[in-house]
């Protein structure tokens, strides 16, 4: 059914088959630029956006602005402008030099833009972009945080935000609250985790609330097909994931075996992967599952590249496999929530109530699950007030950091206390049995047998699948890499992960059925 919906590009009420979808301009800074990528999986079909810079690394302020606005709105016509400026006009600079350079407060730097000149050039930026005829929405300034670097003032985007306020309601501009947004994200009362970077917002995603202003003006913002289907993805490395993607916007030609470049562009093993694939041979992304990966630098976003390892070295893991299986299967919109433990042990950081007093890796897993659900609305914008969901069913990875015999008496505990402090004391649960080493030389045989004793009780067995990952392990002429591969990593090998995510999906589903 949904593959059915996805050739017939009508995902959420797109636009009609044959039309072009939206042209929207996102005016802003690199906190706006940045955010275009995760905005775009959301609304693919449904909306074009295009953000650009300044040319030389300008900084983004309203005189510079102003200066270029010809050639940031480029050719053709703009359905849509959300626009900002402020942080470029607040940030402190060396007086008296015609060169942009940055300078702190205490060392005799000037505010960039006086009040006074904010607002006129504000009005002026506004009258030129109405003359474009696009419907406009503008963003209030992020607030700025305290930084050892004194680059800004505290709280001095407030006043600014003051003008532009009085600004748009004269002219009837919609205003974007984004301030309002972020000031209920993050904890505004710690300092920016970077010196540098007094409007940090500690590696939260900010692009819902740009994303749903856009498609609530355009009238394209539809209800999700509910309830949600929510899949928890808990554990170590392999549910971690890292395997390699040589380059994230289209496979590269040359890329190492294993990777998932060599993989979709290999004869041998191309039609497997070709849904991976748009008929422009760029990656596919799909809106009808979404992915929320929970760990320092979170991503959120349509399922897709990049969810997979850490920090910035993100590849695949998982989900990318386990999300398309359940894609094509449920007509209603999907949620992978992939939660990034580390490598716990389930004897002591996972230790639950029944098992005495619980951990705090467990303590920190019911928090993270509970937050990450309670804000669905400020991670996907077709979440929308009223919206339903369900927990559908979880994948494990756990078990490499115990003792067997520890493991197995505490892995059904820990599976049956989740489930209570989750309220789905059924819920259908994969538990991946661990795959380091392959068929011939298992890493862990103990702990494997006692993955698949505990998965085959008599008490959980109607609700638990065992999946043996043995089976996908890297052959040895596919453990090349363009990072440093590893065994404990999997070599990187996205194969590999990819069959993971398959077979677990096909696991689920055999219990939802």
């Known amino acids: 059914m949904k593959v059915l919906l996805s050739l017939l590009g009508i995902f959420f009420g797109a636009v009609a088959i044959g039309a072009d979808p939206p042209r929207v301009l996102i005016l802003g ?25 300044l040319p030389d690394g300008e900084v983004f302020h309203s005189a510079s ?8 709105l480029g050719e053709g016509d703009w359905d849509l402008i959300h626009f900002n400026v402020g942080l470029g006009d607040l940030i402190h600079r060396a007086p008296g030099i015609k060169a942009f350079r940055v300078m702190p407060r205490y060392a005799g730097g000037v505010r960039t833009t006086s009040s006074g000149e904010y607002e006129k050039n504000l009005r002026a930026l506004v009258t030129r972009l109405k003359k474009t005829g696009a419907k406009l929405i503008w963003a209030s300034t992020t607030p700025i945080r305290s930084t050892p670097s004194d680059l800004f003032e505290m709280g001095s985007e407030v006043v600014y935000n003051e003008i532009a306020a009085r600004i748009m309601a004269e002219e009837k501009v919609p205003v974007n609250d984004m301030h309002g947004f972020v000031v209920n994200l993050i904890d505004m009362t710690k300092p920016a985790p970077h010196a540098a970077d007094p409007f940090s917002f500690d590696r939260k995603p900010i692009h819902p609330p740009v ?10 913002l539809t209800p999700i097909k509910g309830p949600l289907k929510v899949v928890l993805m808990l554990g170590g490395t392999t549910i971690f994931g890292g395997g390699a993607v040589a380059d994230f916007q289209q496979p590269r030609v040359g890329a190492p075996a294993g990777s998932l470049d060599h993989l979709v562009l290999t004869p041998e093993t191309r039609q497997k992967y070709a849904h991976l694939l748009g008929e422009d041979g760029r990656w596919v992304t799909r809106a009808d599952v979404w992915v929320h990966f929970d760990q320092r630098a979170s991503k959120t976003g349509a399922l897709g590249i990049g969810y997979g390892g850490p920090g910035y070295a993100r590849g695949i893991g998982p989900e990318l496999g386990l999300g398309h299986v359940l894609g094509d299967h449920f007509d209603e919109q999907v949620l992978l929530l992939k939660i990034d433990l580390g490598d716990p042990s389930v004897a002591a950081d996972l230790k639950s109530s029944s098992s005495g007093a619980p951990g705090r890796t467990y303590r ?28 559908a069913g979880m994948v494990l990875d756990l078990g490499e950091k115990d003792q ?22 059924d819920l259908p649960v994969v538990i ?15 702990i494997l047998e006692v993955q698949r004793r ?9 609700s638990l699948r ?30 590999s992960f990819y069959a993971i995510g398959e077979e677990a999906g096909k696991a689920l589903l055999e219990m939802i059925d």
């Open 404 to 425: 067997a015999d520890t493991l197995e008496r505490l892995f059904p505990i820990f599976l049956r206390d989740l489930r209570k402090d989750l309220q789905v004391p």
């Open 364 to 391: 920190e897993l019911l928090k993270r699950i509970s937050e990450s659900i309670s804000s669905l609305g400020s991670k996907f914008p077709d979440y929308l007030e009223g919206s339903q969901y369900d927990l």
């Open 29 to 53: 800074d690199s906190v706006y630029r940045d955010l275009v990528s995760s905005g775009r999986e959301l609304v693919q079909g449904r909306v074009h956006l295009e953000s650009p810079g």
């Open 211 to 220: 994303i749903r202003s856009i498609l609530r003006e355009l009238n394209l």
């Open 454 to 462: 505990v998965a085959f009780l008599p008490e959980l067995r109607d």
């Open 432 to 446: 991946l049995g661990s795959g380091k080493g392959g068929l011939s030389e298992t890493e862990f045989p103990e």
């Open 466 to 495: 065992f999946v043996d990952s043995r089976p996908f392990w890297p052959p040895p002429n596919e453990r090349e890499s363009y990072r440093k591969p590893t065994f404990e990593g999997w070599y990187q090998h996205a194969g």
């Open 65 to 72: 602005v102003l200066k270029h606005l010809d050639q940031l």
